[in-house]
């Protein structure tokens, strides 16, 4: 079997060198990309990701190729069939939940896309790993900025303020937040009756320019709050 890069045998040192540093660098583009981001997975996750499913690829084309007619009904793409269902384990841990919004979500995409990426380059098909390496990165930054413009859910907060109910009205704490002209989307109460401890979870609009301090220290003013935080 000849490579078409390299005009050498695919399962040479050359040809397996090759495949593992495409699929590699594609992993350090996305992964880079991420932590730029702050996300959980990021330049290292991506990297060995993207490396081990190439690895595999490499391994479940070398099998069938090298145990031809020792072993029955080999089959190069079943092993990687594996590496797709399981990856989806780990893109999982990357998805976090804040308040009313769940987070992560892309970095998980970009986890189980890059490891198909990983498998593209393993198989030595380069030009396709190239351009959806290419497509991905642009993906991820491009459509970032047209999102943050586009959807204004991303400047949802949920503010949580514990308080004593006996001395202290809901009325007063919201009185405060219209002033630092946040916009309140929801609200619900909860109160303890036994400890006469009140809750209120607030969904609101905050600019982010605005200092959250600033608002902490207005409600702190106020006397008998117990818990204040926002996410």
């Given at each position: 079997?000849?490579?078409?890069?390299?005009?050498?045998?695919v399962?040479?040192p050359?040809?397996v060198?090759?495949?593992?540093?495409?699929?590699?660098l594609?992993?350090f583009l996305?992964?880079?990309?991420?932590?730029?981001h702050?996300?959980p997975a990021?330049?290292?996750?991506?990297?060995v990701l993207?490396?081990?499913a190439?690895?595999?690829?490499?391994l479940?084309?070398?099998?069938?190729v090298e145990?031809m007619?020792?072993?029955?009904?080999a089959d190069p793409?079943r092993m990687?069939a594996?590496?797709?269902?399981g990856?989806?384990?780990l893109g999982?841990g990357?998805?976090m939940?804040?308040?009313?919004?769940?987070?992560?979500?892309t970095t998980?995409?970009?986890i189980?896309?890059?490891s198909?990426?990983g498998?593209?380059?393993?198989?030595?098909f380069?030009?396709l790993g190239?351009v959806?390496?290419?497509?991905?990165?642009?993906?991820l930054?491009?459509?970032d900025?047209?999102?943050?413009?586009?959807?204004?859910?991303r400047?949802?907060r949920?503010?949580?303020i514990?308080?004593e109910?006996?001395h202290?009205?809901?009325s007063?704490i919201?009185?405060?937040?219209?002033n630092?002209?946040?916009e309140?989307k929801?609200?619900?109460?909860i109160?303890?009756?036994e400890?006469g401890?009140?809750?209120?979870e607030?969904?609101?609009?905050i600019?982010?320019?605005?200092?959250?301090n600033?608002?902490?220290e207005?409600?702190?003013l106020?006397?008998?709050?117990?818990?204040?935080?926002?996410?």
């Amino acid at each position: 079997m000849i490579n078409f890069m390299n005009g050498c045998d695919v399962f040479s040192p050359l040809a397996v060198v090759l495949r593992l540093v495409f699929a590699v660098l594609a992993g350090f583009l996305i992964g880079l990309e991420r932590e730029m981001h702050n996300q959980p997975a990021g330049l290292r996750t991506h990297m060995v990701l993207s490396l081990g499913a190439a690895t595999v690829m490499i391994l479940s084309i070398y099998v069938p190729v090298e145990y031809m007619g020792k072993v029955a009904n080999a089959d190069p793409g079943r092993m990687a069939a594996q590496v797709i269902s399981g990856i989806g384990f780990l893109g999982a841990g990357a998805i976090m939940r804040f308040g009313f919004n769940v987070k992560g979500l892309t970095t998980a995409a970009s986890i189980w896309t890059v490891s198909g990426i990983g498998l593209v380059f393993g198989a030595g098909f380069y030009f396709l790993g190239a351009v959806s390496t290419a497509v991905l990165f642009v993906i991820l930054n491009l459509f970032d900025k047209i999102e943050d413009k586009l959807v204004a859910q991303r400047n949802i907060r949920f503010l949580k303020i514990a308080y004593e109910s006996k001395h202290l009205s809901s009325s007063k704490i919201t009185e405060i937040i219209h002033n630092f002209d946040i916009e309140i989307k929801h609200s619900s109460y909860i109160e303890n009756i036994e400890s006469g401890i009140s809750e209120m979870e607030i969904s609101c609009k905050i600019g982010e320019k605005m200092d959250i301090n600033d608002l902490f220290e207005s409600l702190k003013l106020l006397g008998y709050i117990k818990i204040l935080r926002i996410d």
